[in-house]
């Protein structure tokens, strides 16, 4: 090696322009140099150890965010909201009932006509049936599970005038007017006492009822003198039966099967022993139908 380029060599290293030799190189060149050269310490670390160091700090940082090693509230999933009721709609029929009687009606007028349109409606069996007043003129009655209101809207619409009327030898049928001012009643439906649905002799429905005391002696008096005349049951100046007296009633107990050749039905019976138990309307009644949509939770 030339003596200039062991001199450069050598300035290098002490300039530490050049990577840390070893020892054994140092050595090697300060016998060459016959000068000490000085051993720079390397401040740089190992590329492991400066990985493992951020490794470490960014585990003790997640430690300290996080509390020791459990998930911040923050981090925590949002906690599933709580099922919803399932539900499922209905249509429940309405029957809108509008007093078309006088111009104003008493509260006692309609106090009463609430309690007989309850009456008629309970009569019909129907569950969770409801009748609510509305205005000082008009109610509602809910029918839940009802598919046909026809009936009830027929039941509940009649005025309820039962009446009891003599016609001599005039022969009508079932369903015929009859005026009341030409054939006036022995009388009226309030001198019943009860009333209940019965059968005749072959099984079909027949409604029977029970007279007031003095009811029934007038009926004993006018049966008795009126053998083989017609004698008419109506209700509302309708004729339901109108058999022939054939003999003297003198217990005050009825029993009516329906004229006609049809005898009645099972809801017929009971529809009229409804009308006659709840007694007459006070006003006429505008009855119509409507339905809305009820949600019921599952």
Excluded: C
Excluded at 153 to 160: N, V
Aim: glycine content about 8%; aromatic content about 4%; overall charge negative.
């Amino acid at each position: 090696m030339s003596d200039d380029l062991e001199r450069r060599l050598a300035e290098a290293f002490h300039r530490g322009s050049l990577p840390t030799a070893s020892d054994r190189l140092v050595e090697s060149l300060e016998r060459v140099t016959e000068r000490p050269i000085v051993r720079r310490r390397s401040h740089s670390r190992p590329i492991v150890g400066v990985l493992a160091a951020a490794i470490a700090l960014a585990a003790i940082g997640a430690w300290i965010v996080t509390g020791g090693g459990r998930p911040s509230q923050a981090e925590l999933p949002p906690p599933s909201a709580a099922p919803a009721a399932s539900a499922t709609t209905t249509r429940v029929p309405i029957l809108r009932i509008e007093l078309s009687g006088p111009t104003t009606v008493t509260p006692a007028a309609m106090d009463e006509v609430e309690r007989i349109l309850k009456a008629r409606v309970d009569a019909t069996g129907v569950a969770d049936a409801t009748v609510a007043r509305t205005s000082a003129r008009t109610l509602t009655v809910e029918l839940p599970g009802v598919t046909d209101t026809e009936g009830i809207r027929r039941l509940i619409s009649h005025p309820g005038r039962l009446a009891f009327v003599p016609l001599g030898s005039r022969q009508v049928s079932e369903g015929d007017l009859v005026d009341p001012a030409q054939f006036p009643p022995i009388f009226s439906g309030d001198q019943v006492a009860s009333a209940a649905v019965g059968q005749d002799q072959t099984g079909n429905p027949t409604v029977d009822f029970v007279l007031r005391s003095d009811a029934a002696t007038a009926f004993a008096r006018y049966t008795a003198a009126n053998i083989g005349t017609y004698l008419a049951i109506t209700l509302d100046d309708t004729v339901i039966t109108s058999p022939v007296i054939q003999n003297a009633i003198t217990d005050g107990h009825v029993q009516i099967t329906g004229g006609g050749p049809a005898a009645f039905n099972a809801q017929d019976a009971a529809e009229l022993v409804a009308i006659i138990q709840s007694g007459p309307l006070p006003v006429a009644l505008q009855v119509t139908s409507a339905t809305v949509d009820a949600a019921t939770s599952s």
